[in-house]
């Protein structure tokens, strides 16, 4: 693979087949949905017209490891997505999930940071096999996001960390407290 910091372009033919302009090959969505883990963007366009298809095609994604019986999104969190594109008005839930995978991806930062750096037991045989097991955990249940390309923030006290932690539980709750007020 190219280069992790650009976009990797993917072509719709009009037989709807998916080509990847970096390897010259025909991709599939498992393909697609497998560069996005390992941190790369992503977009997809109609070789004929020029149309943006990306977002089409990620949710499609997500709609195919549903419909396998991997729940990716509650159906609570479902609902009000419908909810919020059928009032008609200005939403704020576009806005609220993005702020909410932003303080996510922050927060795993952090939480993988704290692993390495302020661990006792780092000096411990098998830390190494034990840290790998948990960073896979974290990937697995979250997907590699990329903290925006930003350099690494310089090691924080271990109780200023905690004070980042109340503060992001803080946002979050503010953040859900008005959604709800919304309904």
């Known amino acids: 693979m190219a280069e992790t910091g650009k976009s990797l372009l993917i072509k719709r ?6 080509y990847n302009t970096e390897t010259s090959d025909y991709v599939t969505l498992e393909d697609i949905a497998g560069f996005i883990r390992d941190g790369r963007e992503v ?4 070789l004929k017209s020029g149309d943006d298809l990306t977002r089409q095609y990620l949710l499609q994604i997500i ?3 549903e419909s396998r019986g991997e729940s990716v999104l509650p159906v609570d969190v479902l609902n009000d997505l419908v909810r919020s ?3 008609g008005k200005v939403s704020v839930v576009p806005e ?5 995978f932003a303080m996510l991806r922050d927060g795993q930062s952090k939480v993988m940071e704290n692993m390495t750096s302020m661990n006792p037991l780092a000096k411990m045989p098998g830390f190494d096999a034990m840290q790998a097991q948990q960073e896979a955990f974290m990937k697995a249940m979250t997907g590699t996001w990329p903290a925006g390309g930003a350099a690494p923030e310089p090691e924080k006290p271990a109780a200023q960390s905690g004070e980042d932690l109340e503060a992001i539980k803080r946002q979050l709750a503010e953040l859900q407290d008005k959604l709800s007020k919304l309904k």
């Open 96 to 100: 609220f999930l993005q702020q909410s």
């Open 63 to 65: 709609a195919e490891h």
């Open 85 to 87: 594109y059928m009032t």
């Open 13 to 18: 033919y009009a037989s709807r087949r998916l």
């Open 43 to 46: 977009q997809i366009v109609d």
